[in-house]
């Protein structure tokens, strides 16, 4: 399990960096090496560390202990086949965590960062309709029943493709220079995230990788199906390189836009939710 | 003195580690124990790890304060 938690830690980072890389290459320019995102971790952890004077001290670490636990937390569910609602659960704790992140510092950037990820817990809403239509397809949150029943059934991509949109749109919405990446844009320098430097930096650089991991492990198991481990790993990397290409092509939005598209789609998925129940 | 406690920290988390593991592997403890084992220690180990490697091994230089 430890090794495991390693693999997905680095493979995490890795995925960031072929993200990062994907972007360059779609924007014409070299872009760094796909390990960048693990020097970056490593780089972090080498460089001085303190806590800043206008920070709440016991909160600023705790929360950088608490976004790595979460996230392997949620790799174990994951990987023991438990209940979609406990990762989504945990992701919902990775929103207070971002909030906390920003409070604790004291630093205005970072302080707007996490008012920031309230505003864009819009983006969970379209997770609880995907999960509304799994349930109601599978008739259990249990993923060892939603795999057996792809099993039977064959992928639920292809049976609520609109699931899987909005599943990937909240997977989006959590990738780095993303439409709805409001909560770390430039105009807040690094957004909750600002004042967190050196070894808290590379923690968080750690739960990015795990949830990176956690995240596209997810979606493909929830509408594909339980796949071998290199299809799977190969599955990340091709979902990875279409969210890259989403990236790199669409602008940042402002926090009320990035809202109100998320609302829109909602909508169209609680509409989409309402007729399968209808008609199913 | 704070780079040997740092030290302790990380060694104690990652020994709780290993400890988890042994006894998983032998049967002792169920997985689920080891996992919310791993999701308490590891953290730790990582944040302490980085601050025990880059914590100064003696005390810093009188800060210079004009001539």
Same mark, same amino acid.
């Given at each position: 399990m430890i090794a495991y938690l390693l693999f997905a830690t680095f493979f995490g980072l890795l995925l960031l960096g072929i993200h990062r890389k994907v972007i360059a290459r779609v924007q014409r320019r070299p872009g760094p090496p796909? /390990?960048?995102?693990?020097? =970056?971790?490593?780089? &972090?952890? &080498?460089?001085?560390? /303190?806590v800043p004077v206008t920070a709440s001290e016991s909160l600023f670490v705790a929360v950088v202990l608490i976004a790595i636990g979460i996230w392997s937390a949620a790799l174990f569910v994951l990987l023991a086949g438990g209940s979609i609602l406990i990762i989504f659960g945990i992701y919902m704790l990775h929103k207070i965590v971002e909030h906390g992140f920003g409070l604790s510092s004291g630093s205005p950037y970072g302080k707007f960062g996490g008012v920031r990820s309230v505003i864009s817990a819009a983006s969970?809403?379209? +997770?609880? #309709?995907?999960?509304?239509?799994?349930? +109601?397809?599978? @008739?259990?949150? %249990?993923? $060892?029943?939603? #795999?057996r029943y792809q099993q039977a059934n064959g992928p639920l991509l292809f049976i609520v493709p609109l699931a899987a949109?909005?599943?990937y749109l909240v997977i989006l919405s959590k990738m780095p220079f993303g439409p709805f990446?409001?909560?770390?844009?430039?105009?807040?320098?690094? @957004?909750?995230? $600002? %004042? =967190?430097f050196g070894v808290w930096r590379a923690g968080l650089e750690v739960c990015n990788g795990i949830k990176t991991y956690v995240l596209l492990f997810l979606f493909i198991t929830l509408f594909i199906g339980m796949v071998p481990i290199w299809w799977l790993l190969g599955g990340m990397i091709l979902v990875i390189i279409t969210l890259a290409f989403v990236c790199a092509l669409t602008p940042m939005l402002s926090p009320f836009d990035s809202v109100t598209v998320q609302m829109v789609f909602t909508g169209v998925m609680v509409i989409y939710a309402g007729l399968l129940g209808v008609f199913a | 003195m704070r780079k040997k406690m740092l030290l302790m920290i990380t060694l104690v988390a990652g020994m709780t580690i290993l400890i988890a593991l042994s006894l998983n592997a032998a049967g002792e403890i169920p997985l689920w124990l080891y996992q919310a084992v791993i999701v308490i220690a590891f953290p730790v180990f990582v944040l302490f790890l980085g601050l025990w490697w880059m914590a100064p091994d003696r005390e810093g230089d009188i800060p210079f304060i004009g001539y």
């Amino acid at each position: 399990m430890i090794a495991y938690l390693l693999f997905a830690t680095f493979f995490g980072l890795l995925l960031l960096g072929i993200h990062r890389k994907v972007i360059a290459r779609v924007q014409r320019r070299p872009g760094p090496p796909i /390990w960048q995102e693990i020097l =970056h971790m490593l780089k &972090f952890s &080498f460089k001085s560390t /303190w806590v800043p004077v206008t920070a709440s001290e016991s909160l600023f670490v705790a929360v950088v202990l608490i976004a790595i636990g979460i996230w392997s937390a949620a790799l174990f569910v994951l990987l023991a086949g438990g209940s979609i609602l406990i990762i989504f659960g945990i992701y919902m704790l990775h929103k207070i965590v971002e909030h906390g992140f920003g409070l604790s510092s004291g630093s205005p950037y970072g302080k707007f960062g996490g008012v920031r990820s309230v505003i864009s817990a819009a983006s969970e809403i379209p +997770l609880f #309709v995907s999960v509304a239509v799994i349930a +109601l397809f599978t @008739g259990s949150l %249990e993923i $060892t029943d939603i #795999v057996r029943y792809q099993q039977a059934n064959g992928p639920l991509l292809f049976i609520v493709p609109l699931a899987a949109v909005a599943m990937y749109l909240v997977i989006l919405s959590k990738m780095p220079f993303g439409p709805f990446s409001i909560v770390e844009s430039k105009e807040l320098v690094s @957004g909750y995230k $600002t %004042e =967190h430097f050196g070894v808290w930096r590379a923690g968080l650089e750690v739960c990015n990788g795990i949830k990176t991991y956690v995240l596209l492990f997810l979606f493909i198991t929830l509408f594909i199906g339980m796949v071998p481990i290199w299809w799977l790993l190969g599955g990340m990397i091709l979902v990875i390189i279409t969210l890259a290409f989403v990236c790199a092509l669409t602008p940042m939005l402002s926090p009320f836009d990035s809202v109100t598209v998320q609302m829109v789609f909602t909508g169209v998925m609680v509409i989409y939710a309402g007729l399968l129940g209808v008609f199913a | 003195m704070r780079k040997k406690m740092l030290l302790m920290i990380t060694l104690v988390a990652g020994m709780t580690i290993l400890i988890a593991l042994s006894l998983n592997a032998a049967g002792e403890i169920p997985l689920w124990l080891y996992q919310a084992v791993i999701v308490i220690a590891f953290p730790v180990f990582v944040l302490f790890l980085g601050l025990w490697w880059m914590a100064p091994d003696r005390e810093g230089d009188i800060p210079f304060i004009g001539y």
